[in-house]
């Protein structure tokens, strides 16, 4: 029986996929095996050698140490895509929030109460200071094109935009789901050059950070209006404070507020709703349940942010080996089987960054082979999978 232990709650779409003859899906537990996320911070939680997987219900992974994991022979998956539709249809809202003071009208209207007959001249009369743009025939610029930014794209182009799309990791499926009218560039600064509108949709790591900082604010087209809701730290809060202070920028919707940018004239600050859909958690919860089933009974990794994509159909025991990315691990796992007379059927070996993972298929194996393969010099864990 393998225990699974979600740190949130968790959408019975994917709990549902465990079968209850094999797995126990608790709350709380000493030791699981493996861990469903959403928004929990585990920085500071302590990992017991027995630990396989945790998968985050979303696509983001800041609130799981992925490093940390790595080193232990945890695989961290995530659901990348499974909330896309939910966060483009809050960034097309976030599109129409930017140019025409939605919110601020809305907030000023509710301040007309009480003054009875007089209500319909007040907002005739004050309905003009909320007036702004339409977006049609507007330059959009993405950054990023990966499930959201292709799915933001068409649906701009749909609503009549003119949409140029900056990705320098972009995949032959994202590109064959664009829209033939998204005009591809090759560099960043043409999309600051060109856009009306700048919505970012990158992840957040350490080269990422402050992306949209004030040298790059100085390229773009003054009025330009910019939308996050990707990661707040992909926006310096300094400079686009002073950029909407000084109107170079229009305005600022975030869904990730921070005490730098509340309060402040023109920043549309929502509340982290991108992916708060019914429909997204339960997708992401499926999805994550389906790779933690995968890799728990058959080893097979998809979707891992830090171990590599490896997927294996054996024909007899599969040994499954984490280890560093490092010359001659796969020599000496494949010489301990050999001078133990194990034939290996079939055999699969990937690499992400510093870690590695090779899949053996081989005939049955005892646990004197398994110690002497767990004794390999840069190997991290092993499981046998019969």
Same mark, same amino acid.
């Given at each position: ?10 959408? +019975? ?9 094999? *797995? ?31 998968? =985050? ?10 490093? +940390? ?27 129409? %929030? ?52 292709? %799915? ?23 590109? %064959? ?14 999309? *600051? ?10 992840? *957040? ?25 990707? =990661? ?13 202070? @000084? ?25 982290? %709703? ?20 995968? *890799? ?5 990794? +998809? ?14 025991? +599969? ?29 699969? @070996? ?37």
């Amino acid at each position: 029986m393998f225990n699974i232990q979600t740190l949130n709650k968790i959408s +019975k779409y994917g709990t549902d996929n465990f079968d209850t003859t094999k *797995y126990n899906i608790v709350d709380e537990i000493a030791n699981p095996d493996a861990i469903m996320v959403r928004s929990a911070s585990m920085h500071e939680m302590e990992f017991a050698p027995n630990l396989l997987a945790i998968a =985050r219900a979303g696509a983001g992974v800041n609130n799981i140490p992925v490093d +940390k994991c790595a080193e232990q022979g945890i695989v961290v998956f995530n659901t990348p895509g499974a909330n896309a539709n939910a966060v483009k249809e809050l960034v097309i809202a976030g599109l129409l %929030l930017a140019s025409r003071k939605v919110s601020d009208a809305m907030i000023w209207a509710q301040t007309l109460k009480g003054n009875g007959a007089e209500v319909g001249k007040m907002v005739e009369k004050g309905k003009g200071q909320f007036a702004g743009p339409e977006i049609m025939g507007k330059t959009l610029g993405i950054i990023g094109l990966g499930a959201i930014g292709v %799915l933001v794209a068409n649906a701009a182009t749909a609503l009549g935009m003119k949409v140029v799309g900056y990705d320098p990791f972009l995949s032959v499926k994202a590109a %064959l789901n664009l829209n033939p009218a998204v005009k591809v560039v090759a560099d960043i600064k043409d999309i *600051y050059a060109v856009s009306d509108y700048i919505t970012i949709h990158m992840p *957040y790591n350490a080269e990422t950070k402050g992306t949209i900082n004030n040298d790059t604010i100085a390229l773009m087209k003054d009025g330009v209006r910019i939308l996050n809701f990707a =990661r707040g730290e992909l926006v310096d809060a300094a400079a686009i404070v002073a950029a909407l202070e @000084s109107g170079k920028v229009a305005s600022y919707v975030v869904d990730f507020p921070s005490d730098e940018v509340l309060g402040v004239k023109n920043v549309v600050a929502i509340p982290h %709703l991108g992916a708060s859909t019914p429909e997204s958690e339960d997708n992401c919860a499926m999805m994550a349940a389906l790779e933690l089933i995968d *890799y728990i009974e058959n080893g097979n990794i +998809k979707n891992s942010v830090n171990y590599p994509d490896a997927e294996m159909n054996a024909t007899g025991t +599969k040994v499954c080996v984490m280890h560093k990315n490092v010359p001659d691990v796969i020599s000496k796992l494949t010489s301990v089987l050999g001078d133990a007379g194990i034939n290996i059927n079939n055999m699969v @070996s990937k690499s992400k960054k510093d870690y590695a993972y090779t899949m053996l298929d081989t005939a049955d194996i005892n646990d004197d082979i398994v110690a002497k393969l767990a004794g390999v010099e840069n190997v991290i864990k092993i499981r046998v999978i019969k």
